[in-house]
């Protein structure tokens, strides 16, 4: 999982308003139980004759809670959320499972302050990435058409309870669930709810595990159905995106410069008439979430640090087929691409060695997913793109 924005502002739902939220919410929304926050009555009164249609349910009790928000692509919300899901009190816990607040994260300040984890540490990453893995694998097993990304939440939230371990993105500066569900035009931070999956969608599963004091971070993008694996487009972006993150993993060693990734990143991307999200990045990992040091996944960044044995990281790229620009939602979370476009990710968690590097949430032999090679699909690539027959992948 990509680290939260630095500081969260809620949008107002009025009509073509980009305006920052006050206090103030329709009543009739409160009643139903619904969220909607305006920056005035003025822009209340205005919107009132769009905005009452959320206040109408249909048979099901779903609905889009941002009836007025400028949608960039097709995809939209379903609520109602399920309720935040329980964890039992003997699991070990992060210090923002309770307020939200991740403490420990801000008090280690300073870009250039990477830790080298001892030998102890070392085991414990190994243990919480390989239950992350775990984890990852059993949710992909229930990907198909027909499913709700709030089952496949409910499905990580067990499995990791299951592993004595918390789901680490549950409560992170106010998450309100267990694993992100990124679909089609989604970056990343997508909230689990009840839109049913559809053949031809692809989803990225974002899967952290807290267990042991160690959080453990991945993430896979799967096609959904049959007509995703066999659109040329959407293959090409997701194999592009996986074999961005196996290049740039087979830069790390001692010695790299955390700012070299995104070179390589980018260089391959744009090779197959790709982009690459430039708003988020990867990060370093261990007893805190989110920590020093950034990994950029473009070109020309501006990182510091190199890269020592002991350190533990992550590498996730996040290529769109269009624009690498993004809008958040009035979720506060959900990040899309700004014109619509299909977009992929892929995450490990990486700890530098004294030779190399070990990937430490690397596929097992039966994982679901996997590879799909873009030369057996039928269809046109774009004008000067490069050979899209499959490269030596990790």
């Known amino acids: 999982m990509d680290q939260a924005p630095a500081t969260v502002k809620r949008q107002c739902v009025g009509v073509d308003c980009e305006n920052e939220a006050g206090t103030l919410q329709c009543p009739k929304c409160l009643e139903l139980g619904k969220e909607s926050f305006f920056c005035s009555q003025d822009c209340f009164k205005r919107s009132w004759a769009t905005h009452k249609a959320m206040h109408k349910t249909n048979a099901s009790g779903h609905y889009n809670p941002f009836p007025s928000f400028s949608f960039t692509g097709p995809l939209r919300p379903v609520y109602p959320l399920s309720p935040k899901r329980a964890v039992p009190a003997h699991i070990k816990r992060p210090d923002y499972s309770e307020d939200g607040n991740p403490k420990s994260e801000r ?28 984890v990852l694998d059993i949710v992909a097993r229930e990907i198909r058409p027909g499913v709700t990304t709030d089952y496949l939440d409910e499905i990580t939230h ?60 991945l993430n896979e993008t799967y096609y959904v159905g ?4 066999a659109d040329r487009d959407v293959v090409r972006l997701v194999e ?23 070179g390589v990143i980018e260089k391959h991307a744009k090779s197959r008439g790709c982009a690459v999200v430039k708003t988020y990045c990867g990060h370093g990992i261990n007893q805190l979430f989110h920590t020093a040091p950034n990994v950029p996944h473009y070109a020309k960044n501006k990182a510091v640090g190199i890269a020592k044995p002991g350190m533990c990281f992550t590498i996730e790229p996040m290529i769109t087929l269009g624009t690498y620009k993004d809008k958040t939602w009035p979720d506060d979370w959900t990040s899309v691409t700004q014109d619509g476009s299909r977009t992929a990710q892929f995450e490990h968690t990486l700890l530098v060695t004294e030779t190399g590097v070990e990937v430490l949430t690397a596929r097992l032999a039966d994982s679901p997913g996997g590879p799909i090679p873009i030369s057996d699909v039928k269809g046109e690539d774009p004008p000067g793109m490069d050979d899209p027959r499959p490269i030596a992948t990790l």
Request: some cysteine; glycine content about 8%; hydrophobic content about 30%.
């Open 107 to 134: 008090k280690f300040i300073g870009r250039n302050n990477i830790k080298v984890l001892d030998k102890k540490e070392q085991e414990g990453m190994r243990k919480a990435c390989r239950i992350g893995r775990e």
């Open 158 to 217: 067990n499995a990791s309870i299951e592993r004595d371990s918390y789901p680490s993105p549950l409560n992170y500066v106010h998450f309100p669930k267990s694993v992100c569900t990124s679909v089609n035009e989604v970056i990343c931070h997508g909230i689990p709810d009840q839109r049913v999956l559809l053949d031809g969608d692809i989803l990225n599963i974002d899967v952290t595990v807290y267990h042991g004091g160690f959080h453990g971070d």
């Open 226 to 229: 049959p007509k995703a694996s």
């Open 240 to 262: 592009t995106t996986r074999e961005c993150l196996d290049q740039a993993i087979q830069l790390v060693k001692p010695g790299m410069l955390f700012r070299d990734p995104g």
